[in-house]
């Protein structure tokens, strides 16, 4: 059984791992990636620019060691482009 600064303690370390596995994912922010973690349960929400981006994410995330799942709140945002007409 888990005292609960143990499990603080853990998930401060999981969140740790989560932040250091997304420098590793190429042109993905992590400042951008907001992320939560409760008893092992990985949250992360941000803007991605593609679906790959935001599966790659998710199948890094939930491939660390402590990870019991990962809820994904990830949103495709696709910028659009402008051609300079305002009207």
């Given at each position: 059984?888990?005292?609960?600064?143990?499990?603080?303690a853990?998930?401060?370390?999981?969140?740790?791992?989560?932040?250091?596995?997304?420098?590793?994912?190429?042109?993905?922010?992590?400042?951008?990636?907001?992320?939560?973690?409760?008893?092992?349960?990985?949250?992360?929400?941000?803007?991605?620019?593609?679906?790959?981006?935001?599966?790659?994410?998710?199948?890094?995330?939930?491939?660390?060691?402590?990870?019991?799942d990962?809820?994904?709140?990830?949103?495709v945002?696709?910028?659009?482009?402008c051609?300079?007409?305002?009207?």
């Amino acid at each position: 059984m888990d005292v609960k600064g143990n499990s603080s303690a853990k998930d401060a370390r999981i969140d740790s791992k989560v932040k250091v596995a997304l420098l590793f994912i190429g042109k993905l922010n992590t400042f951008n990636t907001n992320t939560d973690v409760e008893k092992g349960y990985v949250s992360m929400t941000r803007k991605v620019d593609i679906d790959v981006d935001k599966a790659i994410t998710t199948e890094w995330v939930d491939s660390l060691k402590e990870v019991v799942d990962v809820n994904d709140r990830l949103s495709v945002f696709a910028p659009v482009e402008c051609d300079g007409d305002l009207d």
